[in-house]
Antibody, heavy 122, light 111 residues
Framework: QVQLQESGPGLVRPSQTLSLTCTVS??????????WTWIRQPPGKGLEWLGY???????YYIPSLKSRLTISMDTSRDQFSLRLSSVTAADTAIYYC??????????????WGQGALVTVSS | QSVLTQPPSVSGAPGQGVTISCTGS?????????VHWYQHLPGTAPKLLIY???IRPSGVPDRFSGSKSGASASLAITGLQADDESDYYC???????????FGGGTKLTVL
């Protein structure tokens, strides 16, 4: 059974870069046929899908974050990462990594990490 | 404000049933994109409950069922149990946003 675990700093200063890594176990992220994605949940709010990286290396980011967000993968370690630059307090959230299955009529997320709380504060 | 609309909360007594609605629009559910449901207990990993509108992954009890009609979908839970108390989210694809969208979540309280 695939498992995902987020890791990274819990506190980031405003204007700095937020970096998180998701370690995947129980599956290889390369040649898997899946995409690997990041989702966040600001305090008291709902879930927001941020973007993904396909096992081919293709990426997609939501338009509102496209200029600040980078998702990359390290297939040798079965890890994928998120980097969000120029953060503000609005980026404070629990960040989840998840495995995305590309379904015929949309995609869904069949495995998730437990989430990592990242607070942006000076 | 979430693209998909869910009631903030629902409640029911043990053994009873509840239904959670998820309303979208012509660019997501109404456009024919499937709806998926997740159970999320804060502090834990969200769990896929229903995919493809009405398909249960292996291990999900048949007390949970999903349906879709037009631009809306529903999650029905029968025979409520104490450990069903959780947050529930619907999710679909939106063509105008070119990506996945979620509902705002519904908190289920088992009385």
């Amino acid at each position: 059974q695939v498992q995902l675990q987020e890791s990274g700093p819990g506190l980031v200063r405003p204007s700095q870069t937020l970096s998180l890594t998701c370690t995947v176990s129980g599956a290889s992220i390369s040649r898997s046929g899946y995409s690997w994605t990041w989702i966040r949940q600001p305090p008291g709010k709902g879930l927001e899908w941020l973007g993904y990286i396909h096992d081919s290396g293709t990426t997609y980011y939501i338009p509102s974050l496209k200029s600040r967000l980078t998702i990359s993968m390290d297939t040798s370690r079965d890890q994928f990462s998120l980097r969000l630059s120029s953060v503000t307090a609005a980026d404070t959230a629990i960040y989840y990594c998840a495995r995305q299955y590309d379904w015929t009529y949309g995609s869904y997320f069949d495995s998730w990490g437990q989430g990592a709380l990242v607070t942006v504060s000076s | 404000q979430s693209v998909l609309t869910q009631p903030p909360s629902v409640s029911g007594a043990p053994g009873q049933g509840v239904t959670i609605s998820c309303t979208g629009s012509s660019s997501n559910i109404g456009a024919g994109y499937d709806v998926h449901w997740y159970q999320h207990l804060p502090g834990t990993a969200p769990k896929l409950l229903i995919y493809g509108n009405d398909i249960r992954p292996s291990g999900v009890p048949d007390r949970f069922s999903g349906s879709k009609s037009g631009a809306s979908a529903s999650l029905a839970i029968t025979g409520l149990q104490a450990d069903d108390e959780s947050d529930y989210y619907c999710q679909s694809y939106d063509s105008s946003l070119s990506g996945s969208v979620f509902g705002g979540g519904t908190k289920l309280t088992v009385l």
